[in-house]
C-alpha cells in the first residue's frame, strides 16, 4: 500500500452573497476555465461565515431557513472532497443576507512517503 503526501495552494477565492433562495459556489472557483488552475479540480475548499446567520446542505439537497447545518458569523467549514463542493449550498435564516468566503485548494504536488 502506498502512502502520498499531497501539497495543496489556495487559488483565487469568492464571496458568495447567501440570500433567501439556495445558492452555491460559483463552478468555476472549483474548476477554473482560464489562468493558471486552468482544467484543474480544486480538492478540498475553506469556507468561512462573513456575516448573518445561514444554513448549509452538500448532499444535494436546497437548505432552508430551519433545515440543514447552522452556520455562524466566523464559523469554518471544510468540504473535503469535490463531489461535496459540488453540491454545497447555503441559505440565510432571517432577513438580513449574509457573505461567505469560499477559499479553494488545488492540489500542487504529490510524493510518495513509503
Do not use: C
Request: no cysteine; net charge negative; charged share 20%.
Amino acid at each position: 500500500m502506498s502512502i502520498w503526501n499531497v501539497q495543496y495552494e489556495p487559488g483565487p477565492g469568492e464571496t458568495v452573497t447567501v440570500a433567501d433562495e439556495a445558492i452555491g459556489i460559483t463552478p468555476a472557483i472549483i474548476r477554473p476555465t482560464s489562468g493558471v488552475y486552468n482544467g484543474r479540480v480544486a480538492e478540498y475548499a475553506r469556507i468561512r461565515a462573513e456575516t448573518a446567520q445561514m444554513r448549509f446542505r452538500e448532499d444535494g439537497t436546497a437548505p432552508t431557513a430551519t433545515v440543514g447545518e447552522l452556520f455562524q458569523i466566523g464559523d469554518a467549514h471544510y468540504p473535503e472532497s469535490i463531489k461535496a463542493l459540488d453540491n454545497l449550498k447555503f441559505i440565510r435564516t432571517g432577513a438580513v443576507s449574509g457573505k461567505v468566503f469560499v477559499q479553494p485548494y488545488f492540489p500542487v504536488s504529490y510524493m510518495r512517503a513509503d
